[in-house]
């Protein structure tokens, strides 16, 4: 069984930074893609960036240039480093794996989601 456990969130003034880990348990990481997802209250969740069993990686536009996401095979562990945040990227944070890029958020496991609130 497959569990992944988010930790970092909070509270940070507007153009600050956190770091949120996602650990993962269960004999899927090394081969598993693993993103992080956002969603805002009434708004949909939204990719934030995902990062391929082979390192890849990908970011959604509103996030490029200030948020970097990598992963530690060893510590079945990824991170998401967010810098010079914005008020707009107050949302619970949610980490994801699949067996395959295709089917992240499609399909796979999810964890229980950290806040992360910017004020102004």
Known sequence: ????????????????SLRLSCAASGNIFSNAAMGWYRQAPGKQRDLVARISSGGIVN??????GRFTISRDNAKNTVYLQMNNLKPE????????????????????????????????
């Open 59 to 64: 970011y959604a536009d509103f996030v490029k």
């Open 89 to 120: 990227d107050t949302a619970v944070y949610y980490c994801a794996a699949a067996p395959m890029i295709a089917l992240l958020g499609v399909s796979g496991y999810w964890g229980q989601g950290t806040q992360v609130t910017v004020s102004s």
């Open 1 to 16: 069984q497959v569990q992944l456990v988010e930790s970092g969130g909070g509270l940070v003034q507007a153009g600050g």
